[in-house]
């Protein structure tokens, strides 16, 4: 079974600052995804980032970036620059990439509060 | 750029009582697949769908069922619901891994 664990239910930054979110996850899959999907109050789920575990560089999107440790299982996020726009749940989310059409497994969940 | 459509965007049920939500991927998507998501909680997978044949399964309920036509849009059936159904509904599509594109969600209130 793969498992997800977020262990901040709640972040606050300063617009502007930099804040990072963790993520630890556990699969005995050598192939696999990682993402971070954020929910705004919309409830839409939106892809941020996503990482193949198969690649050692770390993935970035703008001010978006993770910091990937395989050998830790460990996939957390950064965010630089945060923004009003960046409050939101973000959620860490695992996909094995076996083939089929598997289901995500999603962490708990970071709620990010940015304050002005 | 065309997305998923998920239909209807709300829906308000009795308990007993059954409910059908549909899901219209992205043209050209052959994969479907189906979250709930209870208030508070994350996303949790449900049923998958590749080429209008079930893929991959995960904590749905035997109350649930689920299938893919043949125009490749999908529909969630659920039957006898309970209270503890309330929950926001997710469709997903994709063409390739590993990427899903999520719709917007059906809101299911069940009174």
């Known amino acids: 079974a793969q498992t997800v664990t977020q262990s901040q239910p709640e972040m606050s930054v300063q617009e502007a600052e930099t804040v990072t979110l963790s993520c630890t996850y556990d699969t005995s899959e050598s192939d696999y995804y990682l993402f971070w999907y954020k929910q705004p109050p919309s409830r839409q789920m939106i892809l941020v980032i996503r990482q193949e575990a198969y690649k050692q560089q770390n993935a970035t999107e703008n001010r978006f970036s993770v910091n990937f440790q395989k050998a830790a299982k460990s996939f957390s996020l950064k965010i630089s620059d945060s923004q009003l726009g960046d409050a939101a749940m973000y959620f860490c989310a695992l996909l094995f990439s076996g083939g089929g059409a598997d289901g995500l497994t999603f962490g708990k969940g970071t709620h990010l509060i940015i304050q002005p | 750029a065309a997305g998923v459509i998920q239909s209807p965007r709300h829906l308000i049920k009795e308990k007993r009582e059954t409910a059908t939500l549909k899901c219209y991927p992205i043209p050209r998507h052959d994969t479907v697949y189906w979250y709930q998501q209870g208030p508070g909680q994350d996303p949790q997978f449900l049923i998958s769908f590749y080429e209008k044949m079930q893929s991959d399964k995960g904590s749905i309920p035997d109350r649930f069922s689920a299938q893919q036509f043949s125009d490749y849009h999908s529909e969630l059936n659920m039957s006898s619901l309970e209270l503890g159904d309330s929950a926001l509904y997710f469709c997903?599509?994709?063409?390739?891994?590993?990427?899903?594109?999520f719709g917007p969600g059906t809101r299911l209130t069940v009174l």
């Open positions: 997903a599509s994709s063409s390739t891994l590993p990427r899903q594109y």
